[in-house]
């Protein structure tokens, strides 16, 4: 979608190995979320981010890792790959409206177009 | 926890019929309601979303939804399907107040048929 991308597209990788996905945004949005889509689990939170170096677990963190040192760019690492993380990973941004209680999800969020990667 | 149900899997449905895909929501507060959309081999896109007033909110190509408090369902529907509304439609809910974080349902595939 125009304004976030995702790299790489496709990975395949080895049991063991690190591996580093990108999310980049020219949004200025301050939310950024990594979700991973699984067949009959829809999608999951893995990490989010509430702006530079703010970061917090989602419901599936374990095994996985995120950076965020610039407003544009979060990165979600698999320290050692596994073949459960075998997935495809979804970056989604948002921002947030107004003061107080009114969150960023509460207008929507806009996804990327998805990291397919294959643990092998 | 506040969980999000889509009752169907899949729904195959034929040309220019109606369909109704199916969401519940469970919880003791207030919350905001989404569908998002997703083609083969893409992202998810808003497809349309609850957050105060009218109960009924509309896509601009022809979908429904409607937010039952008494319910706690957000069903989608449209009166008449094309070929290109075959996707996978998820339903989504974040609580009011709460950081915002959207909970999914699993999905429902849609599909339609000639």
Sequence with gaps: DA???????HKVTETGTPVTLRCHQTENHRYMYWYRQDPGHGLRLIHYSY??????KGEVSDGYSVSRSKTEDFLLTLESATSSQTSVYFCAISESIGTGLIR???YGYTFGSGTRLTVV | AQSVTQLDSQVPVFEEAPVELRCNYSSSVSVYLFWYVQYPN????LLLKYLSGSTL?????GFEAEFNKSQTSFHLRKPSVHIS???EYFCAAN??????NLIFGKGTKLSVKP
């Design chain 1, 3 to 9: 304004g976030i991308t995702q790299s790489p597209r």
């Design chain 1, 51 to 56: 702006g530079v170096k703010d970061t917090d």
């Design chain 1, 104 to 106: 960023a999800a509460n």
């Design chain 2, 42 to 45: 893409q992202g998810l896109q």
């Design chain 2, 57 to 61: 909110v509309e896509s601009i190509n």
């Design chain 2, 85 to 87: 509304d075959t996707a």
């Design chain 2, 95 to 100: 609580r009011v107040g709460s950081q915002g």
